[in-house]
DNA sequence: CAGCTATGTATCTGTATTGTATCATAAAAT
DNA sequence: ATTTTATGATACAATACAGATACATAGCTG
């Protein structure tokens, strides 16, 4: 399990990183400063560390130069997009940045980039008789792999990571197209037959009449 | 008992949010301003608060911030739908987002989902001999599977959440139809009829001469 | 630039869902 | 008991929805 500490004052962000990320498997710990940042780290062990420059008692960058003996992976989160901040981080030994408001895609993107170049990625997610490579954005059924596009391979991993919850249209077109606004367009179900006829789960994403679909496993 | 605050200055939404919560089993409180919602949220404890941007003395986002150190959930409603608007929303601490107008269907998944995240709900109801998950929309006699439309499922829902207790004709089609006008329409007694049969509830769904129906377990 | 792939729109069609109409039966009122 | 009214049952029609297919566009690759 992969262990990612999210260090960050404002409680709310920290609250939807730790959503996100405990949706996309990760095991998460939130503190809210600098100081229990490093008390935490002295005994735990951790994979990734998500840190907020502007924190109450120590700052960033102090955490920061706590964290380096440690030799774990740093994203620093930055509420301004200043170039300034961001070479600073950088330059002390922050992996990777990410600038406040920040769209979740972007987030989780990154969190498995950094974790892979760690190589610490946790690749694998199995659904029935599945496997889907996050890390290589390859689908497998047994060693025969499945060619998806993009948006094919992003539906799969919502469906994957919500087994048997059904799923509204404008839901899977937040996530999978990142737009709130979906209109009557038919796109969703769409890339859902195209899907399941690759997969060939044309029993298994079940549609749900007025609702959307459902991957029944 | 599970406590939310409606804050929006237009009575019809409130009322509208209100009677809908309220039949789901929530204990709703409604004001109409930013300030009186600061008010009762300095005396009484919500476990959910419904907030909309658009407010006459303080705006959303300024009783947000007051919200925001009381740890409460906030869900906001706004007419806009720009991404811009909906992640200041999030970043500030908003826990979800609602563009009026909104179904109530999704109103009450997105104020389960909130819930449940806050570890404050349960996603399956039992009655009787039957399970309902609200989160995959299924039914269950042991583990056999109930086949049921929306409107079906709305209307047992609805039951579920009111057992043993009398509900007029209009209040179950306000509920699942979303409209306060039914005419002498007998759509209502149909859809219960076939609810009946399905779940072989021909004796637990009472009618109730000149009333409605109710569900008695 | 040509050709390919990914993606999205438009359209047609079968069908599940939903609602209306009708008649039969049950409950209440007189 | 008889009338009146409400509900149950059934059949059928309208509608909305999802599946399938074809086609248009965009974006990439060579």
Redesign the pocket.
């Known amino acids: 399990m992969i262990k990612i500490l999210i260090v960050d004052d404002e409680k709310p962000i920290n609250d939807l990183i730790e959503m996100n990320l405990s949706e996309a498997g990760y095991n998460c710990t939130c503190v809210y400063d600098g100081i229990s940042a490093c008390d935490i780290l002295e005994v735990e062990r951790f994979d990734l560390v998500l840190l907020d420059i502007m924190l109450p008692g120590a700052n960033g960058y102090e955490v920061l130069d706590y964290i380096k003996p440690l030799n774990i992976p740093v994203i620093f989160l930055t509420a301004k997009g200043s170039t300034e901040d961001k070479v600073k981080g950088l330059k002390l030994g922050a992996d990777d940045y990410l600038t406040k408001p920040f769209e979740i895609v972007e987030l989780l993107a990154r969190v498995e980039s950094i974790l892979r170049r760690a190589g610490k990625t946790q690749t694998e997610i199995i659904v029935d008789d599945i496997i889907i490579d996050t890390r290589s954005r390859s689908v497998r059924r047994g060693n025969r792999e499945i060619?998806?596009?993009?948006?094919?391979f992003e539906l799969l991993l919502l469906f994957a990571r919500n087994k048997n919850i059904a799923l509204f249209?404008e839901t899977l077109y937040e996530n999978v197209?990142g737009s709130d606004f979906m209109g009557d367009?038919?796109?969703v179900?769409?890339?859902?037959?195209?899907l399941?006829?690759k997969l060939h789960w044309?029993d298994k994403i079940?549609?749900?009449?007025?609702?959307?679909?459902r991957l029944e496993v």
């Open positions: 060619a998806l596009t993009m948006k094919e249209r197209w367009s038919r796109t179900d769409l890339h859902v037959q195209r399941r006829k044309e079940k549609a749900i009449y007025k609702v959307g679909y």
